[in-house]
């Protein structure tokens, strides 16, 4: 009983600040220069990540789907269904559980740090929204990047399946991207690539929530960035299954 009633509290006090975040998102002042800080580290500094395993990702897929249509002649569709498999799903899950992995636990912990060691209410006594200018700036940050990281990522994915499919077919690079991308339209592209802004969201508000409120010390710095991690990934996959399903309401012929 007990468990439950702390479940509903947290869920409620994560709603609360879920509302303050979308509403002081869009008042002013902006902490512009502390925005664009915790848009290169979050964005810059994740692309190395982003940019191997979108070429890992992309082989994988690249090998796992020749061997399935082989069976069926029909090696000449490869680009085309790893195209559709990496830009509307893969890509953008994988994207955004790698971030939450690296950027969410650094934003757990860095601001359960600042809450524990007193740093926040430091910057409160210089009157200065420590709101604003740490968790605003953060999610922001994670809501601008993600896409891009993900456009990132689709293109890696894209890239090491070339480079896969090139090594065992001798593919040339002009009929491998031309049959990736002459399949794909609009509706293919920007809804999975726009959603990832949902996700950003996800993964900043809950670090941030995590982190912002955290209690008990050294070992509070570490939970929050341990459940940044897992409460952040959850939500990912839940609220992916609700996107995908909007999307087609939206497209129908995006399935």
């Keep these: 009983m007990k468990s439950s009633e702390a479940a509903l509290e947290w869920f409620g006090g994560m709603s609360i600040f879920s509302g303050q975040v979308l509403r002081q998102s869009f008042a002013r002042p902006v902490e512009l220069t502390e925005l664009l800080k915790q848009t290169f580290e979050i964005g810059w ?53 790698l971030i939450s992995g690296r950027v969410g636990a650094g934003i757990g912990a860095e601001l359960g740090g600042m809450r524990v060691t007193e740093q926040i209410d430091a910057l409160e006594s210089l009157a200065v929204d420590s709101f604003k200018y740490l968790v605003i700036t953060r999610v922001l940050a994670c809501v601008v990047a993600l896409p891009l990281l993900t456009v990132l990522m689709n293109f890696s994915g894209l890239a090491g399946g070339f480079l896969a499919e090139t090594m065992i077919s001798g593919m040339s690079f002009s ?21 990832t802004m949902v996700f950003g969201f996800i993964i900043g508000t809950v670090s941030c929530h995590l982190g912002y409120n955290a209690t008990g010390g050294a070992e509070g710095v570490g939970r929050a960035a341990t459940q940044s991690v897992v409460l952040s990934s ?20 995006a399935g």
């Excluded at 020749?66 to 029909?74: D, K, M, V």
């Excluded at 491998?176 to 726009?194: K, Q, R, V």
């Design 45 to 97: 500094r994740s692309s190395p990540l982003i940019i191997l395993s979108g070429l890992a990702v992309g082989g994988v897929l690249s090998i796992h789907t020749r061997a399935t249509l082989e069976r069926f002649g029909a090696e000449s569709m490869i680009p085309t269904a790893l195209a559709f498999a990496v830009v509307k799903e893969t890509g953008p899950l994988v994207a955004a559980l």
């Design 175 to 195: 009929f491998y991207f031309h049959a990736a991308f002459s399949s794909l339209g609009f509706s293919d592209y920007i809804p999975p690539t726009l959603k």
């Design 234 to 253: 959850m939500f990912l996959i839940i609220v992916n299954v609700i996107l995908v399903k909007f999307i087609f309401f939206l497209y129908p012929g």
